[in-house]
Every structure is written in structure tokens, then in C-alpha cells.
């Protein structure tokens, strides 16, 4: 079996996960095409982490899943996260998993199953479960759509101001007294209405990545 190779970013995590466990610094990372947990040891030796220490850190970011991050206009308008179950849940533990995702997101949610594939949906916020050859994939996902709907909605204020005031600067269509001040307001409302939707969408990115990990922890915790 090929030895597992953890990618630039997963090595950061693990060496912040080991080190905070240590109360001690940041370890400085080697650029590669991803590291063997072999080698991260070695790593960790050189700067006082014990290869026990620096193998629990792998192992809870495995537990943890594979995040991602959907952007919009440079901001996370949606995070996710998927976890490699090595077994299958049977209906107690799926059970269980909904009333976790209830008590974590404060959401009543819905469920559904088709044949082997279940999911608990609350409006964007979607924890899918899935059958694989070893066991069961968790898809943890969900986006911004408020955000979204003001970002677009301002973006698309400022694409009319631009386009009315370029038309009047070329003569496309009649110039008005009031040119200059009507597109200062458009911009101004198309500016607050994109503000609106992206300033608060750093915050909520982490809390979603926070409770989507801490998810992902507790159903891949050993009985």
C-alpha cells in the first residue's frame, strides 16, 4: 500500500495541531510535492516534537476530513468538508449524526434517503452520506446565499452606473445635469449593498469550518 503523503497545507496543519498540543511555536515547513508521515517526524525531531505527538496530529486532521472553500470575488462564499469513514454507519450512529448536526448548527433540518445514500439538508446547509468501497464518505457543505444575493446585487448596481455613465460620456445617450451626482449615489448604493454581503462573510466562514470539523471529529472518534 502506498504510504500516504500529505500536501503543503495538510503539513502546516499538523505541525500547528502538534505544536499547539506541545504549547510550543510554529515548525518551519519544508516546500514539497507532499510529505510522508515518516518524514514529518523527522521534521518534528529536529525541533523537540515527539514522533507520537507530531502521528495523534496526523491523525486528527485525517479524522477531521478534507476542507474546502468555495470563493466569490475573493471571499468564502461557501466551506465544506469531507470525511473518509472506514466503516459503515448503521441507523443508530446515522441518528445519533443528526441530532449532533441539530444540536451544532441550531437547525431542525430534513431528512431524506434514496437506497444506500441518506442526508440531513437545511436550506444551503447540506451533511450528505454516501456508501464507498470501504465505508461511508461525509460531505459537510453549505454557501452563503445571503451574502451572495448581496454581493451579486451590488456588483450589478455598480455595472449599470458604469455602463449608463460610459453611454453618456461617449454620447450613446443624452447627457444629464445631474450626471456626475447620480452615478456618485449608484456607486455609493451598489458599494453598500456589496459591502453588506462581504463583511461578514470572514467570520462566518470560520464558524462554519469550526463546527464542520468539530462534526467530522466526533464521528470518526474511536468507541
Do not use: C
Not at 506541545?22 to 516546500?31: E, S, Y
Not at 516534537?49 to 468564502?76: C, D, I, K, M
Not at 440531513?120 to 450528505?128: D, K, S, V
Not at 451626482?181 to 469550526?210: D, E, Y
Amino acid at each position: 500500500m502506498t504510504e500516504r503523503r500529505y500536501s503543503e497545507t495538510e503539513v502546516a496543519e499538523i505541525f500547528q495541531r502538534a505544536s499547539e498540543a506541545q504549547q510550543g511555536g510554529r515548525v518551519p515547513l519544508a516546500a514539497g510535492q507532499g510529505m510522508t508521515l515518516g518524514a514529518l517526524q523527522e521534521i518534528g525531531r529536529e525541533v523537540g516534537l515527539p514522533p507520537e505527538l507530531v502521528a495523534r496530529a496526523a491523525q486528527s486532521l485525517e479524522r477531521a476530513g478534507r476542507p474546502f472553500t468555495r470563493r466569490f470575488a475573493g471571499l468564502p462564499i461557501g466551506v465544506g468538508r469531507t470525511v473518509e469513514l472506514e466503516r459503515r454507519l448503521n441507523d443508530a450512529e446515522w441518528e445519533r449524526l443528526v441530532v449532533d448536526l441539530r444540536d451544532t448548527f441550531d437547525a431542525r433540518g430534513h431528512l431524506k434517503q434514496e437506497g444506500s445514500f441518506r442526508q440531513w439538508t437545511n436550506g444551503n446547509l447540506q451533511a450528505l452520506l454516501e456508501p464507498t468501497e470501504g465505508g461511508h464518505r461525509l460531505r459537510l457543505r453549505t454557501t452563503n446565499g445571503s451574502a451572495r444575493a448581496w454581493m451579486t446585487g451590488g456588483l450589478a448596481i455598480l455595472g449599470v452606473g458604469a455602463v449608463t455613465l460610459i453611454s453618456a460620456l461617449t454620447g450613446d445617450v443624452p447627457r444629464d445635469a445631474d450626471m456626475w451626482s447620480k452615478f456618485v449615489s449608484m456607486a455609493a448604493l451598489g458599494a453598500g449593498a456589496f459591502g453588506i454581503g462581504a463583511i461578514r462573510l470572514p467570520g462566518w466562514a470560520r464558524l462554519r469550518r469550526r463546527q464542520m470539523e468539530e462534526v467530522a471529529a466526533r464521528v470518526t472518534a474511536p468507541e
